[in-house]
């Protein structure tokens, strides 16, 4: 209920134009689909700029939304709140699985999950770590390229083992330089011990993971031709 989960500020979202008919619906559904209580804030405290943007756009109804209108209000959202659109990507799982839009059938369940978790660990790093916004966004970034790896290749986090995690380093190493590399495995590592605190992976994945080495003065100074 979103009573329980903001006291004080639960009447302002159920009092928004737009959305605020399904906020305390769409924190039920976030509760019931294995979101944390601060997951959960951190999506409805996003409402109020998601109603504002969608009634940017002419949208004056719930039923008058659709799949279309979600993803260009997601895309301008995420310009502005780069750790918080993913809200938008909710609200439309939710109102798809309520029927209150058409399901939409390009959208996989894989990436569902990886938006979901990746979400998730964005607003862990910026709430609990205290992390920078350009910092969380790496995480955000290589995270979700990482579980829609395993989306793709149908590898449950359950089962998750280093094999897995080298397949999808040896293939970032194929496009990245070893400094972007050693960025990426970093933030990979930090997720495999964020999914490991509740038991979603093994523990200890994230030592299992080679990562290529640096060294100081190694190539030339850039001034030099």
Same mark, same amino acid.
């Given at each position: 209920?979103?009573?329980?989960?903001?006291?004080?500020?639960?009447?302002?979202?159920?009092?928004?134009?737009?959305? *605020?008919? =399904? #906020?305390?619906? $769409?924190?039920?559904?976030? %509760?019931?689909?294995?979101?944390?209580?601060? !997951?959960?804030? /951190? @999506?409805?405290?996003?409402?109020?700029?998601?109603?504002?943007?969608?009634?940017?756009?002419?949208?004056?109804?719930?039923?008058?939304?659709?799949?279309?209108?979600?993803?260009?209000?997601?895309?301008?959202?995420?310009?502005?709140?780069?750790?918080?659109?993913?809200?938008?990507?909710?609200?439309?799982?939710?109102?798809?699985?309520? *029927?209150? =839009? #058409?399901?939409? $059938?390009?959208?996989?369940? %894989?990436?569902?999950?990886?938006?979901?978790? !990746?979400?998730? /660990? @964005?607003?862990?790093?910026?709430?609990?770590?205290?992390?920078?916004?350009?910092?969380?966004?790496?995480?955000?970034?290589?995270?979700?390229?990482?579980?829609?790896?395993?989306?793709?290749?149908?590898?449950?986090?359950?089962?998750?083992?280093?094999?897995?995690?080298?397949?999808?380093?040896?293939?970032?190493?194929?496009?990245?330089?070893?400094?972007?590399?050693?960025?990426?495995?970093?933030?990979?590592?930090?997720?495999?011990?964020?999914?490991?605190?509740?038991?979603?992976?093994?523990?200890?994945?994230?030592?299992?993971?080679?990562?290529?080495?640096?060294?100081?003065?190694?190539?030339?100074?850039?001034?030099?031709?």
């Amino acid at each position: 209920m979103l009573h329980s989960l903001l006291p004080k500020a639960h009447t302002k979202t159920l009092a928004l134009p737009l959305l *605020g008919s =399904i #906020a305390d619906g $769409f924190d039920d559904w976030l %509760a019931v689909n294995g979101y944390t209580a601060g !997951s959960r804030r /951190y @999506a409805i405290r996003m409402l109020p700029h998601v109603d504002n943007d969608l009634r940017r756009r002419k949208v004056r109804t719930v039923s008058e939304l659709n799949h279309s209108t979600l993803h260009v209000s997601w895309r301008h959202l995420i310009k502005r709140f780069p750790m918080n659109a993913g809200t938008v990507r909710s609200l439309e799982r939710y109102l798809t699985a309520t *029927g209150q =839009i #058409a399901a939409d $059938f390009k959208k996989t369940v %894989a990436q569902s999950v990886a938006e979901k978790l !990746s979400d998730e /660990y @964005a607003h862990y790093l910026r709430e609990v770590r205290g992390f920078a916004i350009h910092s969380v966004a790496n995480h955000r970034r290589v995270s979700h390229a990482f579980l829609e790896h395993l989306g793709r290749r149908k590898v449950p986090l359950r089962t998750l083992q280093p094999k897995d995690v080298e397949g999808f380093v040896s293939q970032a190493g194929k496009r990245l330089c070893r400094g972007s590399l050693q960025h990426a495995i970093a933030a990979l590592r930090g997720l495999l011990r964020f999914l490991a605190l509740d038991g979603r992976v093994l523990p200890g994945l994230d030592k299992q993971i080679d990562t290529p080495r640096l060294y100081r003065l190694e190539q030339l100074p850039r001034a030099l031709p």
